[in-house]
Protein backbone atom coordinates (compact mmCIF):
# COMPACT_ATOMS: atom_id res chain seq x y z
CA UNK A 1 0.00 0.00 0.00
CA UNK A 2 1.38 3.22 -0.77
CA UNK A 3 1.48 6.10 1.76
CA UNK A 4 0.93 10.06 -0.14
CA UNK A 5 2.27 12.92 0.86
CA UNK A 6 -1.19 14.01 2.57
CA UNK A 7 -1.29 11.16 4.72
CA UNK A 8 2.16 12.50 6.34
CA UNK A 9 1.17 16.47 5.95
CA UNK A 10 4.78 16.87 7.89
CA UNK A 11 6.55 14.13 9.38
CA UNK A 12 9.88 14.14 10.99
CA UNK A 13 12.10 10.91 11.04
CA UNK A 14 14.80 10.65 13.21
CA UNK A 15 17.44 8.06 13.09
CA UNK A 16 18.57 6.74 16.19
CA UNK A 17 21.20 4.23 17.81
CA UNK A 18 18.11 2.17 18.47
CA UNK A 19 15.75 -0.37 16.59
CA UNK A 20 13.38 2.05 15.81
CA UNK A 21 12.74 4.74 13.80
CA UNK A 22 10.41 7.63 15.19
CA UNK A 23 7.62 10.50 13.71
CA UNK A 24 6.63 13.14 15.12
CA UNK A 25 3.06 14.26 13.97
CA UNK A 26 1.85 18.07 13.76
CA UNK A 27 0.22 16.96 17.52
CA UNK A 28 4.05 17.33 18.87
CA UNK A 29 3.69 13.43 20.10
CA UNK A 30 6.33 10.91 18.46
CA UNK A 31 5.24 7.46 17.47
CA UNK A 32 7.80 4.70 17.75
CA UNK A 33 8.12 2.60 14.74
CA UNK A 34 9.65 -0.76 14.63
CA UNK A 35 12.54 -1.01 12.12
CA UNK A 36 12.80 -3.53 9.85
CA UNK A 37 13.25 -7.50 11.05
CA UNK A 38 16.37 -7.98 9.52
CA UNK A 39 17.74 -4.57 11.05
CA UNK A 40 20.45 -4.75 12.43
CA UNK A 41 22.55 -2.17 12.60
CA UNK A 42 22.59 0.66 15.32
CA UNK A 43 22.92 3.31 12.85
CA UNK A 44 20.40 5.12 10.91
CA UNK A 45 22.40 6.89 7.89
CA UNK A 46 19.32 8.61 5.86
CA UNK A 47 15.88 8.81 5.24
CA UNK A 48 13.86 10.32 2.53
CA UNK A 49 10.51 10.46 1.39
CA UNK A 50 10.10 9.65 -3.14
CA UNK A 51 6.96 11.28 -5.03
CA UNK A 52 5.00 8.26 -4.08
CA UNK A 53 4.98 9.09 -0.64
CA UNK A 54 7.49 5.77 0.37
CA UNK A 55 9.80 6.59 2.90
CA UNK A 56 13.53 5.11 2.36
CA UNK A 57 15.78 4.17 4.92
CA UNK A 58 19.35 3.75 4.76
CA UNK A 59 21.75 1.33 6.68
CA UNK A 60 21.79 -1.38 7.33
CA UNK A 61 20.81 -2.41 3.68
CA UNK A 62 18.00 -0.48 1.98
CA UNK A 63 14.39 -0.25 3.30
CA UNK A 64 10.72 1.08 2.00
CA UNK A 65 8.14 2.12 4.26
CA UNK A 66 4.28 2.69 2.95
CA UNK A 67 3.00 3.82 6.36
CA UNK A 68 2.24 -0.06 7.51
CA UNK A 69 5.20 -2.40 6.44
CA UNK A 70 8.40 -2.99 5.78
CA UNK A 71 10.35 -3.76 1.94
CA UNK A 72 13.95 -4.54 2.10
CA UNK A 73 16.68 -4.54 -0.06
CA UNK A 74 19.65 -6.58 0.90
CA UNK A 75 23.25 -7.62 -0.61
CA UNK A 76 23.20 -11.23 -1.98
CA UNK A 77 27.06 -11.54 -2.86
CA UNK A 78 25.20 -13.89 -5.72
CA UNK A 79 23.11 -12.10 -7.30
CA UNK A 80 24.60 -8.60 -9.20
CA UNK A 81 21.26 -7.21 -9.26
CA UNK A 82 21.34 -6.74 -5.62
CA UNK A 83 22.95 -3.72 -4.00
CA UNK A 84 26.48 -3.68 -3.55
CA UNK A 85 26.83 -3.52 0.24
CA UNK A 86 24.52 -3.40 3.30
CA UNK A 87 26.83 -0.53 4.13
CA UNK A 88 24.87 2.81 2.82
CA UNK A 89 25.50 6.22 3.61
CA UNK A 90 23.12 8.00 1.91
CA UNK A 91 19.41 7.33 -0.31
CA UNK A 92 18.22 9.60 -2.71
CA UNK A 93 14.90 8.75 -4.58
CA UNK A 94 15.33 10.29 -8.34
CA UNK A 95 12.03 12.45 -10.09
CA UNK A 96 11.87 9.63 -12.55
CA UNK A 97 11.33 6.98 -9.90
CA UNK A 98 14.93 5.27 -9.48
CA UNK A 99 16.06 5.49 -6.15
CA UNK A 100 20.19 6.34 -6.18
CA UNK A 101 21.63 4.95 -3.03
CA UNK A 102 25.71 5.96 -1.54
CA UNK A 103 27.47 3.27 -0.43
CA UNK A 104 30.64 3.61 2.49
CA UNK A 105 33.37 2.97 -0.35
CA UNK A 106 30.94 0.26 -2.99
CA UNK A 107 30.05 3.57 -5.00
CA UNK A 108 27.04 4.10 -6.79
CA UNK A 109 24.04 2.12 -6.85
CA UNK A 110 20.80 2.77 -8.81
CA UNK A 111 17.62 0.75 -7.57
CA UNK A 112 14.84 0.36 -10.34
CA UNK A 113 11.91 -0.34 -7.52
CA UNK A 114 9.80 -1.61 -10.54
CA UNK A 115 12.27 -4.56 -11.49
CA UNK A 116 14.46 -4.27 -8.36
CA UNK A 117 17.66 -4.41 -10.36
CA UNK A 118 20.04 -2.48 -9.44
CA UNK A 119 23.10 -0.53 -11.31
CA UNK A 120 26.38 -0.15 -9.98
CA UNK A 121 28.81 2.82 -10.47
CA UNK A 122 32.13 3.33 -9.49
CA UNK A 123 33.04 7.08 -9.76
CA UNK A 124 35.89 8.60 -12.33
CA UNK A 125 34.72 6.80 -15.14
CA UNK A 126 33.67 3.65 -13.61
CA UNK A 127 38.06 2.92 -13.26
CA UNK A 128 38.09 3.36 -9.82
CA UNK A 129 37.78 1.12 -6.51
CA UNK A 130 39.21 4.24 -4.59
CA UNK A 131 37.54 4.01 -0.93
CA UNK A 132 37.55 7.86 -0.89
CA UNK A 133 36.04 8.91 -4.29
CA UNK A 134 33.45 5.94 -4.03
CA UNK A 135 32.20 6.94 -0.09
CA UNK A 136 29.88 8.71 -0.97
CA UNK A 137 28.18 10.89 2.23
CA UNK A 138 24.92 12.78 0.60
CA UNK A 139 22.88 12.63 -2.32
CA UNK A 140 20.58 15.41 -4.36
CA UNK A 141 18.79 15.48 -7.28
CA UNK A 142 18.84 19.06 -9.28
CA UNK A 143 16.20 20.50 -10.89
CA UNK A 144 17.45 19.48 -14.32
CA UNK A 145 18.13 15.94 -13.15
CA UNK A 146 21.85 16.11 -12.10
CA UNK A 147 22.74 14.44 -9.33
CA UNK A 148 24.99 15.59 -6.81
CA UNK A 149 27.57 13.62 -4.71
CA UNK A 150 29.63 14.45 -1.97
CA UNK A 151 32.01 12.45 -0.82
CA UNK A 152 35.68 11.94 1.43
CA UNK A 153 37.18 12.71 -2.15
CA UNK A 154 35.12 15.65 -2.91
CA UNK A 155 31.95 16.68 -5.06
CA UNK A 156 30.92 14.97 -8.39
CA UNK A 157 28.00 15.16 -10.80
CA UNK A 158 26.48 13.07 -13.07
CA UNK A 159 24.49 14.42 -16.14
CA UNK A 160 21.11 12.94 -16.46
CA UNK A 161 21.67 12.79 -20.37
CA UNK A 162 25.23 11.20 -20.84
CA UNK A 163 25.39 9.90 -17.66
CA UNK A 164 28.52 11.35 -17.19
CA UNK A 165 30.21 12.30 -13.75
CA UNK A 166 32.45 15.50 -13.34
CA UNK A 167 34.58 15.91 -10.33
CA UNK A 168 34.90 19.00 -8.40
CA UNK A 169 37.89 18.19 -6.09
CA UNK A 170 39.89 20.14 -3.11
CA UNK A 171 42.77 21.82 -3.92
CA UNK A 172 44.79 23.18 -0.89
CA UNK A 173 46.33 25.79 -3.10
CA UNK A 174 43.26 27.11 -5.08
CA UNK A 175 40.88 29.31 -3.27
CA UNK A 176 38.37 28.82 -6.07
CA UNK A 177 38.12 25.27 -5.47
CA UNK A 178 36.66 23.46 -3.16
CA UNK A 179 37.24 23.97 0.60
CA UNK A 180 37.46 20.32 1.69
CA UNK A 181 37.50 17.23 0.18
CA UNK A 182 34.81 16.06 3.18
CA UNK A 183 31.82 16.51 1.67
CA UNK A 184 29.07 16.36 4.47
CA UNK A 185 26.01 18.86 3.02
CA UNK A 186 24.84 19.80 -0.28
CA UNK A 187 21.64 22.05 -1.43
CA UNK A 188 20.48 23.79 -4.36
CA UNK A 189 18.51 27.20 -3.62
CA UNK A 190 15.75 28.73 -5.72
CA UNK A 191 18.10 30.07 -7.86
CA UNK A 192 19.33 27.00 -8.75
CA UNK A 193 22.83 27.62 -6.97
CA UNK A 194 24.72 24.61 -5.96
CA UNK A 195 25.93 24.95 -2.34
CA UNK A 196 28.10 22.46 -0.07
CA UNK A 197 29.03 21.98 3.15
CA UNK A 198 32.60 20.20 3.81
CA UNK A 199 34.27 19.09 7.05
CA UNK A 200 33.70 16.16 9.07
CA UNK A 201 33.94 16.94 12.89
CA UNK A 202 35.86 12.80 13.69
CA UNK A 203 38.05 13.96 10.94
CA UNK A 204 39.10 17.27 10.01
CA UNK A 205 40.41 19.59 12.42
CA UNK A 206 38.98 23.22 13.24
CA UNK A 207 40.13 25.42 10.81
CA UNK A 208 39.11 22.98 7.45
CA UNK A 209 36.01 22.78 6.16
CA UNK A 210 33.67 25.74 4.97
CA UNK A 211 30.82 26.28 3.08
CA UNK A 212 31.31 26.67 -1.09
CA UNK A 213 28.87 28.36 -3.47
CA UNK A 214 29.40 26.71 -7.15
CA UNK A 215 29.36 28.92 -9.76
CA UNK A 216 28.37 26.07 -12.68
CA UNK A 217 29.24 28.09 -15.63
CA UNK A 218 32.94 28.30 -14.79
CA UNK A 219 33.58 25.38 -12.25
CA UNK A 220 34.95 27.94 -9.40
CA UNK A 221 34.01 28.21 -5.81
CA UNK A 222 33.33 31.02 -3.49
CA UNK A 223 34.47 29.99 -0.01
CA UNK A 224 33.08 30.92 3.40
CA UNK A 225 35.35 30.53 6.32
CA UNK A 226 35.36 30.86 10.18
CA UNK A 227 36.89 33.37 11.18
CA UNK A 228 37.80 34.16 14.74
CA UNK A 229 37.41 38.14 14.68
CA UNK A 230 34.84 38.00 13.08
CA UNK A 231 31.84 37.77 14.44
CA UNK A 232 29.43 37.66 11.39
CA UNK A 233 31.75 34.24 10.29
CA UNK A 234 30.67 31.00 10.45
CA UNK A 235 31.29 29.86 14.09
CA UNK A 236 33.00 26.20 12.77
CA UNK A 237 34.03 25.67 9.61
CA UNK A 238 32.94 21.68 9.68
CA UNK A 239 29.27 21.87 8.06
CA UNK A 240 26.39 19.71 8.59
CA UNK A 241 23.26 21.03 7.40
CA UNK A 242 21.86 23.39 4.71
CA UNK A 243 19.11 25.06 3.97
CA UNK A 244 16.44 27.19 2.71
CA UNK A 245 13.10 28.06 4.03
CA UNK A 246 9.82 29.20 2.37
CA UNK A 247 10.52 32.62 3.11
CA UNK A 248 13.96 32.91 1.51
CA UNK A 249 16.05 32.42 4.74
CA UNK A 250 19.39 30.52 4.14
CA UNK A 251 20.21 28.20 7.32
CA UNK A 252 23.64 27.08 8.05
CA UNK A 253 24.33 24.58 11.07
CA UNK A 254 27.95 23.76 11.64
CA UNK A 255 29.67 21.68 14.37
CA UNK A 256 29.68 22.99 18.02
CA UNK A 257 27.30 25.96 19.02
CA UNK A 258 26.93 26.41 15.39
CA UNK A 259 23.19 27.89 13.99
CA UNK A 260 23.54 30.48 11.60
CA UNK A 261 21.61 32.50 8.70
CA UNK A 262 23.58 33.66 5.63
CA UNK A 263 22.73 36.81 3.81
CA UNK A 264 23.88 35.43 0.21
CA UNK A 265 24.27 39.44 -0.87
CA UNK A 266 26.61 40.51 1.28
CA UNK A 267 28.10 37.37 2.27
CA UNK A 268 27.39 37.79 6.70
CA UNK A 269 26.34 35.12 8.89
CA UNK A 270 23.65 35.99 11.53
CA UNK A 271 24.82 33.36 14.70
CA UNK A 272 22.51 31.97 17.23
CA UNK A 273 24.38 30.75 20.11
CA UNK A 274 22.65 28.64 22.76
CA UNK A 275 21.56 31.27 26.02
CA UNK A 276 20.62 28.85 29.26
CA UNK A 277 19.04 32.41 30.15
CA UNK A 278 17.06 32.26 27.06
CA UNK A 279 15.91 28.61 26.10
CA UNK A 280 12.97 30.04 24.09
CA UNK A 281 15.34 32.03 21.59
CA UNK A 282 16.35 30.09 18.40
CA UNK A 283 19.47 27.89 18.52
CA UNK A 284 20.98 24.22 18.21
CA UNK A 285 19.00 22.06 20.87
CA UNK A 286 20.95 21.17 24.41
CA UNK A 287 19.65 18.13 25.61
CA UNK A 288 19.54 20.12 29.21
CA UNK A 289 19.96 23.55 30.00
CA UNK A 290 23.40 24.89 30.44
CA UNK A 291 25.26 22.31 28.85
CA UNK A 292 27.85 24.33 26.71
CA UNK A 293 30.19 21.80 24.85
CA UNK A 294 28.34 20.17 21.54
CA UNK A 295 29.12 16.76 20.56
CA UNK A 296 28.94 17.46 16.55
CA UNK A 297 26.86 20.54 16.52
CA UNK A 298 23.53 20.63 14.61
CA UNK A 299 22.89 17.99 12.56
CA UNK A 300 19.58 18.80 9.91
CA UNK A 301 17.43 21.98 9.40
CA UNK A 302 13.89 21.37 8.03
CA UNK A 303 10.80 23.10 7.47
CA UNK A 304 6.50 22.00 8.28
CA UNK A 305 4.32 23.06 6.27
CA UNK A 306 3.46 25.45 8.53
CA UNK A 307 6.49 27.05 8.34
CA UNK A 308 8.35 25.79 11.74
CA UNK A 309 11.84 25.29 11.62
CA UNK A 310 13.04 22.31 13.48
CA UNK A 311 16.89 21.83 13.98
CA UNK A 312 18.61 18.67 14.89
CA UNK A 313 21.51 18.35 17.09
CA UNK A 314 23.27 15.44 17.58
CA UNK A 315 23.42 14.24 21.18
CA UNK A 316 21.50 17.52 21.79
CA UNK A 317 18.09 16.74 20.85
CA UNK A 318 15.44 18.72 18.46
CA UNK A 319 14.08 22.69 18.73
CA UNK A 320 11.32 23.71 16.68
CA UNK A 321 11.19 27.67 15.92
CA UNK A 322 8.50 29.83 15.24
CA UNK A 323 9.39 32.76 13.23
CA UNK A 324 6.34 34.37 13.36
CA UNK A 325 6.85 34.41 16.74
CA UNK A 326 10.49 34.31 17.58
CA UNK A 327 9.51 31.44 20.17
CA UNK A 328 11.24 27.69 19.91
CA UNK A 329 10.11 24.64 21.51
CA UNK A 330 12.32 22.13 22.63
CA UNK A 331 11.65 18.29 22.47
CA UNK A 332 14.79 16.05 24.61
CA UNK A 333 14.73 12.56 26.13
CA UNK A 334 12.73 11.78 28.81
CA UNK A 335 9.62 14.07 28.24
CA UNK A 336 7.01 12.82 28.13
CA UNK A 337 5.66 11.98 24.09
CA UNK A 338 9.45 13.18 23.43
CA UNK A 339 11.89 11.42 21.44
CA UNK A 340 13.56 8.34 23.45
CA UNK A 341 16.98 9.18 22.66
CA UNK A 342 19.17 12.52 21.95
CA UNK A 343 21.43 11.32 19.45
CA UNK A 344 21.28 12.45 15.70
CA UNK A 345 18.28 13.44 13.82
CA UNK A 346 17.92 13.19 10.02
CA UNK A 347 14.86 14.43 8.39
CA UNK A 348 12.43 13.24 5.25
Not at 137 to 153: C, M
Not at 174 to 188: F, G, M, N, T, Y
Not at 203 to 227: C, I, S, V, W
Amino acid sequence: MKIYRYHLKFCLFIGLIFNSVFLVAQHDKFVSIPRPLNATGIWITDIKQDHLGYLWVSNPGLARYDGHEWKTYQHDPNNPNTIATNEIESVCPSSKGLVWVGTKGRGLDCLDPTTEKVMHYLLKGNKSSNMNENFITVLREGKDGTLWIGTHDGLYSRDPIKGRFTHYPANPHDPHSLSHHQVRAILEDRQGTIWVGTGEPTMTKPNEGGLNRLDRKTGRFTQYKANPADAHSLFDNRIRAIFEDSRGTFWVGTYGDGLHTLNRKNGQFTRYPYDPAHPERPSRPYPKEGKIDADYGVSFIQEDPKGNIWVGASAGGLLRYNPQNGQATRFNKGQPGGIADDFYGQPV
